[in-house]
Structure formats: structure tokens, C-alpha cells
């Protein structure tokens, strides 16, 4: 039998139940026997990460819940798995059921050939997708869920009283999930996501990678100033809504503007 560690009333996060790193933060949710988790991490996780929940003492025929945070290899490459072997249904956003239905290697990012990264990406039947709004009930408990895109179309964030289970929207350092337009990243979403997480009243968040902190609203006010400035960047290319920098060469072209700022003469 394994002690229970959780991080708050009801919460159990599987890396910090381990003591290690086993991937992206799992966290099981439970009240009394019933119990679910959000994400699953990598397939060849499951096992340990089962093993570990029945070490624990928790009725692996009362799991009642598989939820996706988003539709990224790295959070749900292991659904597949862990539903044939705990019977639950997978639940996700409408938005995330494609790339799971067909097993979408490049939404997922299983499937990066310039990085030599390929990866199978198991596909897994959604049994029910969850909106803002709705509510997942874990025996008396009640996750709230928020739709919260930006990293992905699909990106879920759930609150549980003054926790925020916040997905990849911000981590402690205050650095953000991947943008990139191949898993329908989007900008001014994520902006739009930031603060609604920064005007809430939640207290602690609790990320999908690394150590969950304190909510700060200095550190979100930082960070949402920062991706605002990514919309007029060609950091993120087709994610920026414009670039600047291009429109001032359109007008220096048609001025026929020198590097030195004087206009170039006519030969």
C-alpha cells in the first residue's frame, strides 16, 4: 500500500506521488472511492501510473472519469490505454475529439519530422465532450470547466473551489504553452485566456507541467503584456495578427527610402 500524498484536499498529482518526473502533470481528482483523472501522459506511463493508483487504495472500477486537457501527445498519447484497461469514459473538449478520433500525429505534435520527433499516436473514442460551463461530478466534488484556447483550440482548465487545474496557459516561471499554428494556437484567444484566469478569484493554479504556485497576479499581468506583443512579431508567423515591420518597408519601398534614411535619388 502506498500513503496517499495529496497536494490539496482531494487532489493527488501522480509526479508528486511518485517523488520523479514520470511526464506532464496528471492529477487525480477523488472524493471517498470515486475518483478521475485529468490527462494521462505518455502510453508508456500508464502502467506505473495505474499501478500506483491501485497501490493507493483507490477501486480501479471507480474511476469515472479519463479528461483530456487538450489533444497534445504529451498529455493524451496514453488514453487509449489507460480506457481498455479502466473502462471510464474519455471526456474532451468538441474541439479535441477529431485529432483523438483519427489519431492526428501532426495537431498532436506527434509528428515532427524537422526534430526528428515520431511518435504513434494511438486514436481513442471520446464519450462525452464538456463546454464552459459544464460540470464534471467526482462523487460530491464538482470540476467546473473553462474553455481557455490560446496553446490549442481544444484547451481546458478546470476549477475545483480556489484551485485552477490551468492546462498549459502559464506555468510558475510565467513562460506559456507552446504557440504554434499546426495545433490551432491562437493569440489573442490565449491573451483572452490569461486574464480571465488573472481576474478570477482562484488562488492557487495547478499547471499541466511543473510546480503548481500561489496565483500572481504580477506574474499574469507580465505575462499577458508579453503575448500581447507577439501579435505584431513574426516570432510566432501566422499566429501574429500582423507585422508591423512589413508595413514600414511597404512605405519606405515606396519611398525609395536608403538604409540611411535619406530618399534615394533618381539616376
Known sequence: MLERRPVFPGVIEMNHQAGWRIGCNVYLVYDDRDWAL???????????????IRQMDFPLSQCRALVA???????????????????????????????LETGDKIKTFAEIAA?????EMPVVKIDRTVVDGDLIEIGSRKLEVWHTP?????????RLDNLLLSGDNIYRDGSVGAIDAHHGSDIPAFIKSLERIAKSDVEWLLPSHGPIFRKDDRLLDKTINRVKSYLTLADFGTCASHWPLIEEWDRELAEGRLPTGKPQPAV
Open 38 to 52: 485529468i490527462d494521462i501522459g505518455y502510453e508508456e506511463s500508464v502502467d506505473e501510473i495505474i499501478e500506483m
Open 115 to 119: 526534430q526528428n520527433v515520431h511518435m
Open 150 to 158: 490560446g496553446h490549442t483550440d481544444s484547451q481546458l482548465a478546470f
Open 69 to 99: 486537457t487538450h489533444a497534445d501527445v504529451d498529455h493524451i498519447q496514453g488514453l487509449a490505454k489507460a480506457k481498455s484497461i479502466l473502462k471510464a469514459p474519455v471526456l474532451a473538449h468538441p474541439q479535441a475529439v477529431e485529432s
